[in-house]
């Protein structure tokens, strides 16, 4: 379905302008309340930025840069939402010396709102991912990894609701089949259960019961497999309830977002910023105090010298 016939068919009544702007009589014409997303994925503890070497990705990333790119943008704008789709550790030896808590205490730093859990963040084991956590100033959310009998019961919250400006944001989280992926040894009991049924279920929860006006879901599943694994794609098309989905674990960079028809034939938009920080996902949100419109702008933006 080409993007603009699908804009056109969707029933949610939305306006989605992806890496452009809106027609300024609209905004003129409602009163708005505007809501900046900032996102980031498989940072695999990139403290430092790349080297200097003449590689590709020199110069890039970097926790400094980061954080002075999303201070300057919360300078500029009200309300802000910092979220993570996981993978926070591995990479480089701050994780083998220090073994996540140097990203922790960063994030933590840059006031991150929430995470999910990625495969890699199981490398320390249990108790290390208990341990880091507990130092952090955000929750972790999944609803699809069953801690029930791990000493990560009680660290990890099925969904979590943030009110800005009167807007209340429903995000939950979902996490990739850990089988063969990670050694049982490091994932104990923890049990995975099917993503869709879970997210949608919690979805419906926010959107319906808990009276959320957007819903985000936080996805290291992967943004797109050739083979029949669920990917963020097919995980949107059969979604309901899901306004966006922050994807991770494929390392895919995004210049701007996809837009899948779910399961109504509703607008969900995918996005993704490849890994190690190189890109920060910014999408700006404009609701209208009636709750029935919201326009959606994004422009992912590169972490480097500004």
Known sequence: MKRRHFLQRSSTGALVVLSG??????????????????????????????????????GLGGVAKRSSLIQRIRN?????????????????????????EVEIKAMSMMKYDAATIGNHDFDGGMDNLKSQMSKASFPMINCNY???????HDQVLPYKVFHKAGIKIGVTG?????????PKNLT??????DPVAHAVKTASLLKNELNCDYVICLSHLG???KEEYIDDIKFASRSTNIDLIIGGHTHTFLREPEIVANANNEAVIVNQVGWAGIMLGRLDIQFERSR??????CKNLFVKNL
């Open 292 to 297: 029935k419109n919201s326009c959606v702008s």
């Open 146 to 152: 069953d801690f029930s009998h791990t000493v990560m």
């Open 76 to 100: 500029q704008e009200p309300n802000v939402l910092l979220l993570d789709a996981g993978d926070i550790f591995q990479g480089t030896p701050y994780f083998n010396f220090f073994e996540g």
């Open 174 to 182: 979902v996490g990739i089949k850990l089988e063969s992926l990670v």
């Open 188 to 193: 104990r009991e923890t049990q995975y259960l």
């Open 223 to 225: 943004y797109k497999y």
């Open 21 to 58: 702007k809106a027609d300024q009589s609209w905004f003129d014409s409602h009163e708005l309340v505007n809501l900046t997303i900032l996102h980031t994925n498989d940072m695999h503890s990139r403290i430092e930025p790349f080297p200097m070497d003449g590689s590709r990705n020199e």
